[in-house]
């Protein structure tokens, strides 16, 4: 936690998690470029100059709620399975649970890191967090005789991050559908066939 919000009073803590909270919902309502400082301090309640005594801009509290996604992406993992197959299966219904409830969050994220490279760096460094770590898990696998040796390991965690990240990205934010288990279960078993695992 910044150092200056540690030292906010208990009221102004409050405050400044209302105007965290009013920002989130709209900017998944009119995204980011049509959203104004006015609209979020509308929603807060709050009086427009109380904006600035907590974000310099509206940049500013969109990277603090894109912190909190990202974080919220990536803390929710399961206890550690027996086998790679069932980790893989954990891990990518802890995700898709995670990118359900953030879901039009995440939309706005993969707009504004198109146009704000700032941004656009936070979010590489997410993702190379997200990878390094699945990486970690395939070299493991790889030393215990589990998965494929000759795979780089980071290029294939690159290359299965990539697909569960945009299938769920089609599939929450854009496309939509009843039959999520389908889909799992599909991206279970083409990590599993990507990286050797017995069928």
């Known amino acids: 936690m910044p150092e200056a919000v540690a030292a906010l009073t208990e009221r102004g803590a409050r405050t400044r998690e209302r105007i965290l909270l009013a920002a989130r919902e ?3 309502e009119q995204g980011f470029l049509d959203t104004r400082i006015t609209h979020i301090t509308r929603r807060a309640r709050v009086a427009y100059g109380s904006f600035y005594t907590y974000f310099p801009t509206k940049e500013a509290v969109f990277f603090e709620l894109a912190d909190r996604l990202f974080e919220d992406m990536t803390t929710h993992e399961p206890a550690t399975a027996a086998t790679p197959a069932e980790r893989i299966r954990g891990v990518n219904r802890a995700y898709y649970e995670a990118y359900r409830r953030n879901a039009r969050l995440m939309a706005i994220v993969e707009q504004v890191a198109t146009f704000n490279e700032e941004f656009a760096g936070r979010r590489r460094a997410h993702r ?16 215990d005789g589990a998965v494929d040796a000759t795979l780089d390991p980071r290029m294939a965690a690159r290359a299965l991050a990539a697909m569960v990240d945009h299938s769920l990205y089609l599939w929450l ?17 083409l990590t599993a066939r990507a990286l050797g695992l017995p069928g």
């Open 128 to 143: 190379a967090w997200h990878v390094e770590r699945s990486a970690r898990a395939i070299r493991r696998w790889q030393r």
């Open 26 to 28: 709209v900017f998944e």
């Open 173 to 189: 934010v854009h496309d939509g559908g009843p039959d999520a288990g389908t889909l799992l279960d599909t991206l279970d078993a």
